[in-house]
Each structure stands twice: as structure tokens, then as C-alpha cells.
């Protein structure tokens, strides 16, 4: 028999290998694939202990083939009844095209009146298509001019085990995660008593897929049905003696099983369903699963022993900002190179620019493929000796680098400079300091005791490695500059944002800290959300707004989280409004006014788009009035999308109706390119007042944002 087995790219030779393992030697590889030759038996052992491939596929008919009609011709030359019931069913997995067929459903469908129109002419009966569970997968290809119908042996890709039903967030395929233990050298390994341990393990694949391989058991054997189990040329007492031999080996391998397999991650619900999984493949009894963070990782807890780190860490794509996850890939090298002396680490990652700042060096890396993504497995030994540690002998921190001391030094300048205004007004939160260095392109608020560091993000030309490398002593600078421990610096990733993504949860801490602003009472969130609740450059224009209140009806439009109103009211504003589209930021809003003592029945929220919510206002209700704007925002709430330099006339004149005769409208935005229409709005009196709304902390930035008064005439 001609056989054809797919498989991910960059398997084929490892597929060639396994076969030959499994006996059967008349192989070639093929892009994606190994063709072969071989008995039944050699298909049935194949689907039942490849851990590499995808299908196994017999070839039923190859010719050549052009149009629609040769396909149904080409089609018809098999004997479909020798290959299933006159009822049965069939699923159609159809790829290519050629000049008469550009459509992949179309040549489904051609494929499927073929058979159909077969054995009805011969039966009166007709199969159906079932895309479950059919009785028979016919796999059909056609490429420049040729075509091969195959029925697929395997059913269900292969690399399917039936054993995991749950997965992370960017879960491996189990074909892959076998490649990769057999590029680590595992087999070998488990063969002598190895020890295995994957620190971000995640739903376990990688683990589940080592134990099948050390204790011999067939990849194949957890699964109800394959391709050729309802196929009329079944054998199935050939099956049934493979089966059996299989299951023979699975109880002598659990038996003799000695290596140690062990995992981590700090998602304890993750770990749950690794353990879940691990008790379906039959291996949960093998595999410790602990919940722990990578850089509360220590070895001593390990068994004793040189083995195999392996491990697919998150890569950016998907999970996370790249500058974030390089501090995650730093950390997994230091700890390799201080605690795993002798060990091999095998660090499998679709962005190489990653495992560039673990400080290894890999002795050899393979291309693989994770789906459509092109990756890299890099095998790194881990030298004997231990590397630098990052104390020096007298246990002081080591000294800051030519830049870090550089960015450490204006640090100490700007919080000079600001000290005695910072001690004069109780200030407890403001900006020490905002790209003044440009290769140190990161904005530095202090939060009391905490530092919150906002990178903005390079642009694309900027090697991410030397950007890294910058934002690496800008994290090692801060808490010997500022005298704090480096759980209190949190850093986040600045990019423009759009939509939705302008109030997209980075984390889901809660963690709230209090501060006082002019005797105010306002609530921070340093971890959950790229702002913090509290636009510190706004700082001067709310206690503006707080002098100005008293006795007035005060109107906040995009209110963020209410502290424009808060500082209203504590200036003895009569009421207080605050209107905005997020239901999140106005709850927040609500915890602001509780804090301070508020009613909340004279300080209300509207949960609206300001631009809408304006058009249905009858008449001036307002005495004073706050708008802030955000640049733009095409948010799913909004009826369309918002630009503040397009709309912003169409904002003011709707704020301005709502506005006193003697009231003042304080229009703000932080688009640095922003102009007024001073033409369009010539009914009112504008006076810029930008600079008398900058406190000291941001006259270095006089682009922050830009501030306007605006009176009736």
C-alpha cells in the first residue's frame, strides 16, 4: 500500500525517523508530509503510535484533472462501494484548485455527487454527509492539473489524543509538543531515570506528552475512532492484536516508569485543568503539578539531579506586550544560569528577539511551526558555572550601568527641583519624570510609596533588544534612585490606543490605593488599566474647578472617574453630574464620592455618549462646566466615531447651551496638534489658559494637554 502522512512543517524529517522506528522503510519526505509504503497492519500501527503526524491517507486514485467535469470523472473511477455502505456517510476534505476550480466548497460538493450519483445508479441508495462522525473521510487534492483521492485513515487529526479537553490561553498542538521533546532529547533522557520540569507549564502538554514517550504508552490508544473504523476494508482482528499489544506495553511502562516529571504555573486554574488532563492520558499518579510564580522558582524544591528545563513561554503575539514579556525571558535566563548549572534548557517561543535577552547561548535551534506561526525551539546548555550573581560581595546592589546612572541622575535633579513645591502643597502623587532623556523614553509617577512607569512605545526601526536594554536600566535605576523595593515599581507599555482598547483591563488585581489631592479623597489603580484613575496633569484645573464651585451646578462630560466632580463638591458645589459611556469608570466615580462623604442623590452619574446625551439638553442648567474629551474614540457604546478636532465645535456649542449666562466652560484635551476654530465659535469669549493649568511637574511637557475658558459674551 501507497501511503501518505501530513504532518506540521518542519516534521518531516522527524516523521521519516518515527517511521522507520515503527518499521516501515520505504520512505520519502515531502513538504509537510512523508509518503511511504507498507501493509495494513503498517497504517493501522502508525495511527495508532505516531506522535508526529496529522493523517494518515490511502491513496485510492491518482490521475490528472482540469476541470469540474474530470474531477467527477476521476472521482467515479473508484469503486466507492467496496469503501462503505450504500447508507452511510461521508465528509469531503477537498484542497487546491486549478483553472476550472477556484473554489474549495464547489469541489467539495463535485467530489460529493460523484460518490453519491455512484451508488444510487447501483443501489438506489444514497450515502449522506455527516461533518461529525462520518463512516468514511475522503481527502481529495488538486494541484496543477493533478488529483488524488485518498481515504484518510485517521479520522480526526492525530495529534488529537482525547485526553485534553481544557487548554490555555495559546494551547500547543500535541504533535508539536512531542517534536519538541524529541529535538530536547527526551526520549533518551527518560530512558535513564531523566527529570523533566516545565516552569510555565500551562494546560500540561508538554509534560502529558513526555510522560506518554517514558512510559511507552501509544499516543493512539485514548482514542473511540479513527478514519478507517466503519471503512469495509477494515481488518479488524489486525487492529484489535495492535491494540492489545499496545495495551500490554502501557501497563509494563507505567510499571518501570522512574522519571520524574514536574510543573508550574502561577494560574492555579490553568493547573487544574493540566491535572484534569493528565487524568485522561492515564499519567496524573507521574506528573507534580505546583503552583508557583517563575521568580519565586527555586531548585532546591526539584529532585536531585541534572535534567531537562523545557518550556514555551508566552511570545507577545498573543498574551502580552513584547518589552513586557523581555523582563519575563531575562528573568528565566538569570534563573538557568544562577540555579540550573548542568542542566539543558529547551525554550520554544515564536519571537526569537525573546531568548535574545536570556543571556544564553543556544547550541543549536530549530524552526518549527505553532499553526501558521514560524518559531523557534533554541536548546541552550546551561554551563557548570554558575553565572555572576547580581550582588556584589558586600551584598550593596551592582552598580548601574553608564546609562542607568545617566537616567538615575535626572531622576535626582527633577525630584530636587519639585521638593519644596511636592512639600508645600502635601503633594503625594505627580510626575518626576517624562522622556527628558530621549533614549529613556518612559513617563515616572510617583504614588506615595509606589512607582507607576509608563513606556511609550518605540517605534518599529528601534532593535526591541537595545529598547529593552534601556528599559532595563530605567527598572534597575528606580528603586535604588527612589529608595523603594522593586515590587513597588509597576510597568506598563504606552501605544496609541483606539476603542475599546482605551479601557481594556491589563490585569485583574482590584487593588485600589488612596490619595489625597487639595483634600480630596481619590482613588488609584496601579495594576489593572494603563491609566491609574487619576490624570495627574489635570491636577491644577481641578482645583481651579474646586475654588470655583461653591453654591454652582456643576456638569463634568467625560468624566473618567469622577475626580473633576469630587473636587466640585468639595469646594461646595450645590450639585454635581458626571457623565460618561463606561459603566466601569463611572462605579469608580461613585467610590470616589462615597469616599469623601458625598450624597449621592445631589452628585449624580449618567452613563451616556456625551455627544448624544448634549443633542437631548433643553436649555442652560449649569453653572460650570468641565469637558475633557479623549482624542478619539470609535467605542462600541458610541453611535459613531469620535474625533476631538473634528467634533470638538460640535462639543463646546452643545456644552455652551447647557452653560449659565454667567457660567464658565472649561474645555480640555491632550491631542498635541490640536487647533481651535476660533472662526466657527466666534459667539463665545475663549481665553487659552494652558500654562496657568501646568503645576510644576509638567512645565517641562507644556504639550501635556491643552486648556480653555469659555464664557458666554
Known amino acids: 500500500m501507497k501511503l501518505f502522512l501530513t504532518c506540521p512543517k518542519g516534521l518531516e524529517l522527524l516523521l521519516e525517523e518515527e517511521l522507520q522506528r515503527l518499521g516501515v522503510t520505504e520512505t520519502k519526505q515531502t513538504v509537510a508530509g512523508v509518503q511511504c509504503q507498507g501493509e495494513l497492519e503498517d497504517a493501522y500501527r502508525i495511527c495508532l503510535w505516531s506522535r508526529l503526524a496529522n493523517r494518515v491517507l490511502l491513496p485510492l486514485y491518482e490521475g490528472e484533472a482540469e476541470t469540474a467535469d474530470d474531477l467527477y470523472q476521476a472521482v467515479q473511477q473508484i469503486d466507492w462501494l467496496e469503501h462503505m455502505r450504500s447508507e452511510g456517510t461521508l465528509l469531503i476534505d477537498f484542497s487546491g484548485q486549478t483553472r476550472g476550480i477556484n473554489n474549495t466548497h464547489f469541489g467539495a460538493l463535485k467530489v460529493k455527487d460523484a460518490i453519491v450519483d455512484q451508488i444510487r445508479d447501483k443501489t438506489g441508495a444514497r450515502p449522506s454527509i455527516d461533518k461529525v462522525a462520518p463512516d468514511l473521510r475522503i481527502n481529495v487534492r488538486m494541484h496543477r492539473g493533478k488529483i488524488t483521492v485518498a481515504l484518510d485513515m485517521s479520522g480526526d487529526s492525530l495529534h488529537r ?15 508539536l509538543a512531542a517534536a519538541i521533546l524529541i529535538r530536547s532529547g527526551w526520549p533518551e533522557r527518560s530512558s535513564e ?35 478507517f473504523s466503519r471503512w469495509t476494508g477494515h481488518k479488524r482482528d489486525i487492529w484489535e492484536d495492535l491494540v492489545a499489544e499496545a495495551q500490554a506495553r502501557k501497563v509494563k511502562g507505567l510499571l518501570s516508569l522512574e522519571a520524574s516529571l514536574i510543573g508550574s504555573d502561577q494560574d492555579s486554574k490553568v493547573l487544574r485543568a493540566a491535572r484534569q488532563n493528565a487524568e485522561r492520558a492515564g499519567v496524573a499518579d507521574f506528573i507534580e503539578f505546583t503552583t508557583c510564580r517563575l521568580e519565586d522558582l527555586d531548585r532546591n524544591t526539584l529532585p536531585e539531579g541534572k535534567g ?18 523581555m523582563f519575563l525571558y531575562r528573568h528565566l535566563g538569570d534563573k538557568l544560569k544562577e540555579q540550573f548549572a548542568g542542566w539543558t534548557a529547551s525554550i520554544f517561543t515564536s519571537n526569537p528577539d525573546l531568548c535574545k535577552v536570556t543571556g544564553l547561548r543556544a547550541e543549536k535551534q530549530y524552526k518549527l511551526f505553532n499553526g501558521a506561526l514560524e518559531s523557534r525551539l533554541f536548546i541552550y546548555p546551561v554551563s557548570e558555572q554558575r553565572a555572576e550573581k547580581q550582588m556584589s560581595q558586600e551584598g550593596e546592589p551592582a552598580p548601574l550601568s553608564e546609562g542607568a546612572q545617566m537616567f ?6 527633577n525630584r530636587k527641583q519639585l521638593a519644596k513645591w511636592v ?27 509606589e512607582v507607576h512607569v509608563q513606556e511609550y512605545a518605540a517605534p518599529k526601526k528601534i532593535d526591541p533588544v537595545k529598547t529593552f536594554a534601556r528599559l532595563q536600566d530605567v527598572m534597575n535605576a528606580l528603586p535604588v534612585t527612589l529608595e523603594v523595593s522593586p515590587e513597588k515599581v509597576i510597568l506598563k507599555q504606552r501605544k496609541k490606543q483606539q476603542g475599546v482598547n482605551q479601557y481594556e483591563k491589563h490585569s485583574e488585581t482590584h487593588r485600589f490605593k488612596e490619595i489625597n489631592e487639595h483634600g480630596c479623597r481619590l482613588l488609584v489603580n496601579l495594576h489593572d488599566y494603563l491609566d491609574t484613575g487619576l490624570f495627574l496633569d489635570h491636577r491644577a484645573i481641578r482645583y481651579q474647578i474646586q475654588k470655583e464651585a461653591a453654591g454652582k451646578d456643576f456638569l463634568n462630560l467625560f468624566c473618567y472617574t469622577g475626580t473633576a466632580s469630587v473636587h466640585a463638591a468639595k469646594g461646595g458645589a450645590k450639585s454635581t453630574i458626571s457623565v460618561d459611556m463606561s459603566a466601569t469608570y463611572l462605579n469608580w466615580a461613585k467610590r470616589n464620592l462615597d469616599l469623601n462623604g458625598l450624597d449621592t442623590k445631589e452628585h449624580q452619574q449618567v452613563q451616556a455618549d456625551c455627544l448624544k446625551w448634549l443633542r437631548m439638553q433643553r436649555g442652560p442648567a ?10 478619539f474614540s470609535n467605542s462600541k457604546r458610541m453611535a459613531g466615531v469620535l474625533d ?56 517641562r511637557n507644556s504639550k501635556i494637554h491643552c486648556c480653555f475658558r469659555i464664557r458666554h459674551k
Open 622 to 631: 449649569y453653572d460650570l462646566i468641565f469637558m475633557d474629551p479623549p482624542t
Open 423 to 449: 512639600k508645600r502643597d502635601n503633594i503625594e502623587s505627580y510626575r518626576l519624570y517624562d522622556a527628558d532623556i530621549p533614549e529613556y523614553s518612559v513617563a515616572v509617577d510617583i504614588y506615595k510609596d
Open 308 to 325: 531537562l528545563l523545557i518550556t514555551n513561554p508566552p511570545y507577545g503575539e498573543r498574551l502580552g506586550e513584547t518589552q513586557q514579556l
Open 161 to 175: 489524543r482525547a485526553y485534553r479537553l481544557k487548554a490555555g490561553e495559546a494551547p500547543m498542538k500535541e504533535n
Open 408 to 413: 538615575a541622575n535626572r531622576l535626582k535633579k
Open 644 to 699: 476631538v478636532q473634528r467634533d470638538h465645535v460640535d462639543l463646546i456649542e452643545g456644552a455652551m447651551r447647557c452653560l449659565r449666562a454667567e457660567g464658565v466652560l472649561y474645555f480640555s484635551n491632550n491631542y498635541r496638534r490640536f487647533k481651535l476654530d476660533y472662526d466657527a465659535l466666534s459667539e463665545f469669549e475663549i481665553e487659552e489658559i494652558t500654562q496657568s493649568t501646568l503645576d510644576p511637574d509638567f512645565k
Open 193 to 227: 531515570s531523566g527529570l523533566v520540569f516545565d516552569p510555565m507549564c500551562g494546560s500540561g502538554t508538554l509534560l502529558i506528552e513526555a510522560a506518554l514517550m517514558a512510559a511507552d504508552i501509544a499516543p493512539g490508544l485514548q482514542r473511540k475512532r479513527f478514519g
